[in-house]
């Protein structure tokens, strides 16, 4: 069911974001959403801006909107989650600047980073031990930063890290959770299938019946295994989907293995990750203590082969939704209106963003601004999906009150 979308949602109806920022060229795209790029009117500063729709449908072609309940909660869950990750100073986490909603649309403006670390991977044929513990280290700060504000991310992956630079930040809070208080458990299926540690998918007694933090350390596991040996650690015989994917974590068949690495600290590290027993793992913590991130294997260091391409076309098979581009069309419709309408400015994906503080507001605004829009000439490249983080698909079940009712999320289930 949806709601009228003069229902106020925790973030006030404004159209403040138009005032500050010009849209620019797209850069990544998702089920519900796009990222493009945003300037700052005043300051002529570049950053990122997170657009995600959460609107219905449209009432008889009439500009009043109808939006989904659920999604609008759980895009207000992933503002509350990415502000919490976006406390302190620490330079591995993407940080959210600002969030703005109107007309049925959520616009989180972010730092601007460059590839993501599966991009990385792509593109270089080898990698040195000292760069990949180095680039481990920053994965370990970032998730131990958001342990310590009281989250789980839920969704660590590869395609969640991001370049600001030279420093990898941890974006994508759209799956992220409080952790539980203790003697709870969270429940539900929820992440990336290749990703998921067992206890996800396993309610069994010896894994006390749901997860919590660990989840993400089974995860980096799962991403020093892929650049170590190109697969996944579970890779069930067959085509490889989603639910077999899912089997074979569950089932530990075929069976989890170590084979010799090129590098044996970094392969120390995933055999401390990889425990199927969540108790047994190290944590973000003791992790950062191990040889293989403190440097202590510099005197031996060695190019490692990189070759992740099969296990990038496995997971992008693996996905649970297409980007629609009709759906891009309809939202793109409506962003341009709404901008239009609210005196904002659009720049086409070759336009440069040359904006001045003296853009007026008054009069007539929606035409000037109609006479500034114009159409994008191209849909975004593959290389650039995923660029910056998604937009989080709908949920089934929702928790309103964030983070206080870490008991109820616990007891309750949640599959995505």
């Not at 949806?2 to 500050?20: N, T």
């Amino acid at each position: 069911m949806g709601c009228l979308a003069s229902v106020q949602p925790g973030i006030p109806e404004s159209a403040d974001f138009f005032k500050k920022y010009a849209l620019g060229k797209k850069i990544g795209e998702g089920a519900f959403g796009q990222v493009r790029l945003a300037t700052h009117i005043n300051t002529k500063a570049v950053f990122a801006v997170k657009i995600a729709d959460v609107r219905e449908r449209a009432v008889n072609g009439k500009a009043a909107v109808v939006v989904s309940s659920r999604r609008q909660g759980s895009v207000e869950r992933e503002i509350r989650a990415w502000q919490m990750a976006s406390t302190g100073s620490i330079p591995e986490i993407t940080h959210l600047l600002e969030p703005f909603y109107s007309s049925g649309f959520y616009y989180m403006v972010c730092e601007l980073c460059n590839k993501n670390l599966m991009q990385h991977l792509l593109h270089v044929k080898t990698i040195s031990e000292e760069e990949l513990g180095d680039l481990t280290a920053q994965m370990l700060r970032a998730i131990g930063h958001v342990h310590k504000v009281g989250l789980v991310h839920r969704d660590i992956k590869p395609e969640n890290f991001l370049f600001g630079g030279d420093v990898l930040k941890l974006c994508d809070f759209g799956l992220a959770l409080p952790q539980p208080k203790r003697g709870k458990k969270l429940k539900g299926i929820g992440g990336t299938a290749p990703y998921m540690a067992p206890e996800i998918l396993v309610q069994a007694s010896w894994l006390s019946g749901g997860y919590d933090k660990e989840i993400d350390m089974w995860a980096v596991g799962v991403i020093l295994y892929l650049v170590l040996f190109g697969r996944f650690p579970y890779m069930p015989p067959g085509e490889a989907t989603a639910d077999s994917m899912k089997w074979a974590i569950k089932n530990d068949q075929p069976p989890l293995q170590f084979p010799e690495s090129q590098a044996s600290a970094a392969l120390g590290m995933v055999r401390r990750l990889l425990k199927r027993r969540p108790q047994d793992r190290a944590t973000a913590e003791q992790a950062q203590l191990d040889p293989f991130v403190a440097k202590a294997t510099s005197s031996e260091a060695r190019d490692l082969r990189v070759s992740v391409l099969q296990a990038k076309e496995v997971a992008e098979r693996l996905k649970d939704f297409k980007v629609s581009q009709s759906t891009q069309q309809d939202l793109e419709s409506r962003l341009k209106m709404v901008t239009a309408k609210s005196g904002g400015i659009w720049f086409s994906e070759g336009d440069e963003a040359v904006v001045t503080p003296q853009h007026s507001l008054t009069n007539s605004v929606a035409s000037r601004a109609d006479a500034r829009i114009k159409t994008d000439k191209k849909p975004v490249s593959r290389d650039k999906f995923g660029t910056h983080s998604g937009v989080v698909s709908e949920q089934k079940q929702e928790y309103q009150d964030f983070p206080a009712k870490a008991e109820a999320i616990a007891e309750e289930p949640h599959d995505l």
